[in-house]
């Protein structure tokens, strides 16, 4: 058992009968009245984010998990499939707890949150940022800036980014998994 006062970002609750992972957190100790924690939580069971208030000093239950090192594999009508990269061990995820699925190809490296109560899998999380190549976008028009300086474009995956009008098809861009959105052009 823990306090708010031990709170951190990507820490894993026990919370309302499900497990959260702690997205973002505040701590506000207002000129009137008793301080609490503000809090912004991810349940690790159906991917939803709920924004909280804990009074500060109240208990809170930590999970312990462990991150472990997969590789994706594939896609088929059940879920993802993972391959542990040490004992090479084959796991069935489901959509909902793969974040960000639509970025992920074949191949890649992922982290996979395992209980470790129960060895089970919680969740998948993509690298912070990942490269990927532009298959479809529409030619940038020159001088085109007044209006709208990006233009949609369609990622090896089939994920549609927003990316500048200088993109063009077949470059390779680099897209953070965070905020889903473009970050570079890698050369």
Not at 56 to 73: D, L, N, T
Not at 85 to 92: D, K, P, V, Y
Not at 116 to 133: H, I, M, N, Q, R
């Amino acid at each position: 058992m823990a306090t708010t006062a031990d709170i951190k970002n990507g820490m894993v609750i026990k919370y309302n009968d499900d497990l959260y992972s702690i997205i973002e957190f505040l701590h506000v100790k207002p000129g009137k009245g008793p301080a609490f924690v503000r809090t912004k939580l991810r349940s690790l069971t159906s991917g939803k984010v709920i924004d909280n208030t804990f009074n500060s000093g109240v208990a809170i239950y930590p999970v312990r998990v462990e991150r472990r090192k997969f590789q994706f594999i594939y896609k088929d009508e059940f879920g993802f499939n993972f391959m542990d990269n040490e004992s090479f061990e084959q796991i069935l995820l489901g959509e909902n707890l793969c974040v960000m699925a639509d970025l992920m190809k074949e191949g890649q490296e992922v982290e996979i949150l395992i209980n470790t109560e129960d060895d089970s899998a919680l969740s998948c999380e993509l690298p912070p940022f990942v490269e990927l190549k532009v298959t479809y976008t529409e030619p940038g028009v020159r001088g085109d800036t007044a209006n709208s300086p990006k233009k949609p474009a369609t990622v090896e995956t089939g994920a549609t980014i927003t990316v500048p009008i200088f993109i063009e098809q077949d470059e390779l861009i680099k897209v953070d998994t965070r905020t889903y959105a473009y970050a570079e052009r890698v050369k």
